[in-house]
Structure formats: structure tokens, C-alpha cells
Nanobody, 122 residues
């Protein structure tokens, strides 16, 4: 069992930055590919980015490429998402996720965090 707890969401103006963090419980953190998804009101949950256990595989959605960066620290059981040049369309609830495979679809996810709200004002 893995529990994921996100933090770092909030309200920011367009062009600003936020850093989300996710702390995982359990001793098997390094076994999981870690990912971030987001869900805007009235829309389906969508993939944002993922990083495999070693950091050798990192994927980004086209919509965030060049603006968002994912990091992980296996010693601290944490994964972070640095979000720069934020746009109003980035407004969503952001979810930390853990999967046993490298996969960018929500059906691959084994564990979800509770989500943290990110709101970008224009």
C-alpha cells in the first residue's frame, strides 16, 4: 500500500510559478513510476508528466513541455513538479500518482493522491 500526499497548490497570476510536492509512504517508493495528472472542471483527468524510478525516462504532455519540470528524490520518497510560465488553462486539481509501469494513461495508475488545487488568474 502506498499513500500519496500532495502540497503546494494555490492561486497565482498568469506567468507565475508554483512548485507542487508529493510525499509517498511505504518502503517501495523506488519501485514506482511517479506521475502528475490534472483535472479541470467539466473535463476528464489528463496526463501531465511522469518519471520512472531512476529518472532515466521522463515524459511531458505537449501542453506543458518546456514549462513544467518533474523531479524525484528516492531517498526522501518525494516527487515534485515545478511549474513555470503558468497559464489560465493550467487551472485544475493536480493529482500525484504512482504506477508499477511506465504509462501515461490513468488506467495504469495503482495509487492516487487526494489532489491539490492550482488556480491561475489572467
Amino acid at each position: 500500500q502506498v499513500q500519496l500526499v500532495e502540497s503546494g497548490g494555490g492561486l497565482v497570476q498568469a506567468g507565475g510559478s508554483l512548485r507542487l510536492s508529493c510525499v509517498a509512504s511505504g518502503r517501495t517508493f523506488r519501485s514506482y513510476t511517479m506521475a502528475w495528472f490534472r483535472q479541470a472542471p467539466g473535463k476528464e483527468r489528463e496526463f501531465v508528466t511522469l518519471i520512472n524510478w531512476s529518472g532515466s525516462t521522463i515524459l511531458y504532455a505537449d501542453s506543458v513541455k518546456g514549462r513544467f519540470t518533474i523531479y524525484r528524490d528516492n531517498a526522501k520518497n518525494t516527487v515534485a513538479l515545478q511549474m513555470n510560465s503558468l497559464k489560465p488553462e493550467d487551472t485544475a486539481v493536480y493529482y500525484c500518482a504512482a504506477a508499477l509501469v511506465v504509462c501515461s494513461v490513468s488506467t495504469c495508475i495503482n495509487y492516487w493522491g487526494q489532489g491539490t488545487q492550482v488556480t491561475v488568474s489572467s
